[in-house]
């Protein structure tokens, strides 16, 4: 079956990276899912000519010397910052992901103790195995 451009079974490269620029915006919180940095937050600085995205931490990669990241190797978060002074200098994209970091712990804690993991300190506590209701199975 032919494509919008008319050819069969061809992907059309050009529509696929709009779809990627709509879905990633400048100064959106991204976090990286591939590659030695897996696990790294960024903010996105802006976008080159070849489809990536350029990002950046405001420690190991500065805004003068932003990482480019193919969009597949992300996560994009929700949050992200309209304003083009959180985009312009290495200051401000520390202060939005050291945000970024405390929302999501405060996120994470409130789901531990929903789901019954806290502890008294705060902390997440591991279930053993054959653990119910916070006790051990020889504990009766």
């Known amino acids: 079956m032919p494509d919008e451009a008319g050819m ?9 990276k709009q779809i990627e620029r709509a879905r990633v915006r400048v100064g959106q919180v991204v976090t ?13 600085v802006g976008w080159r000519e070849d489809g990536r995205v350029l990002v950046a931490d405001g420690e190991s990669r500065s ?11 992300l996560w994009v ?3 992200w910052y309209t304003d083009p002074v959180w985009v312009a200098d290495d200051r401000h994209v520390r ?13 994470d804690k409130a789901g531990d103790a ?8 705060g902390t997440p506590r591991a279930r053993k195995g ?11």
């Open 114 to 121: 929903r789901e019954g993991r806290a502890t008294e300190n």
């Open 32 to 44: 990286s899912r591939a590659g030695r940095d897996a696990g790294r937050s960024y903010l996105v």
């Open 63 to 73: 805004v003068k010397r932003p990482k480019p990241k193919n969009v597949r190797h």
């Open 8 to 16: 069969p079974g061809r992907v059309n490269p050009t529509r696929d």
């Open 130 to 140: 054959g653990e119910r209701d916070g006790r051990e199975s020889g504990d009766d």
């Open 95 to 107: 202060e939005a992901l050291a945000r970024f970091r405390r929302d999501q712990e405060a996120e």
């Open 77 to 79: 978060h929700s949050m």
